[in-house]
Structures are given as C-alpha cells and as structure tokens.
Nanobody
Framework: QVEPVESGGGLVQVGDSLRLSCVAS????????MGWFRQAPGNEREFVAT????????QYADSVKGRFTLSRDNAKNTVYLQMNHLKPEDTGVYYC?????????????????WGQGTQVTVSS
C-alpha cells in the first residue's frame, strides 16, 4: 500500500514558478515509478511527467517539456515537480500517483495509488 500526499499548489502569475511535493508513505515506495497528472475543469485527467524508481529516467508531456522538472529523493520518500514559466493552461488540480511499473508510465490506468490532489492556478 502506498499513500501519496501532495502539497505546494497555489495561485501564481504567468511566468512564475512553483514546486510541488509528493510524500508517499509505504515500505517499498522506492521501488515504485511515480507520476504527476493534472485535470482542468471539464477536461480529462492528463499526463504531466513520470520518473523511474531510482530517478534515472524521466518522461514529460510535450506541453511541459523544458519548463517542468521531476525529481525524487527516496531517502525522504518524496517526489518534486519543479514548474517554471507557468502559463494559464497549466491551471488544474495536480495529482501524484504511484505505479508498480518501476520505470514509470504516462498511462493513467497503470497507476494504482493516487493522492487527493493540489490546486494550481495561473492567473494572467
């Protein structure tokens, strides 16, 4: 059992930065691939970024590539999503999730454990 808990969301201006954190409880968290997804009102949940169990591999959605950076600290059971140059279209609820696929995955259905989400609002 893995329980992700997100934090760090908020209201920012266009071009600002935010860092989201996800602390995941569970004895074998370090063996899980982790991912971030987001959902805007009226839209389906979409992939943002994923990271492998050891942090050696990451993958990003085209819409955030070059602006967002995903990292993890297994000693702290924590995953960080650094978001720079934020745009209004980045607005949404951001969810952290854990998958048994150790390399991570961009596919929503491959994640077994989900956090409650944290709101990110980018105002123009």
């Amino acid at each position: 059992q893995v329980e992700p808990v997100e934090s760090g969301g908020g209201l920012v201006q266009v071009g600002d930065s935010l860092r989201l954190s996800c602390v995941a409880s569970g004895r074998t968290v370090s063996s899980y691939g982790m991912g971030w997804f987001r959902q805007a009102p009226g839209n389906e949940r979409e992939f943002v970024a994923t990271i492998s169990w050891n942090g050696g591999s990451t993958q990003y959605a085209d819409s955030v590539k070059g602006r967002f950076t995903l990292s993890r600290d297994n000693a702290k059971n924590t995953v960080y999503l650094q978001m720079n140059h934020l745009k209004p279209e980045d607005t949404g609820v951001y969810y952290c999730a854990a998958t048994g696929y150790g390399l991570g995955s961009p596919v929503t259905s491959e994640y077994e454990y989900w956090g409650q989400g944290t709101q990110v609002t980018v105002s123009s």
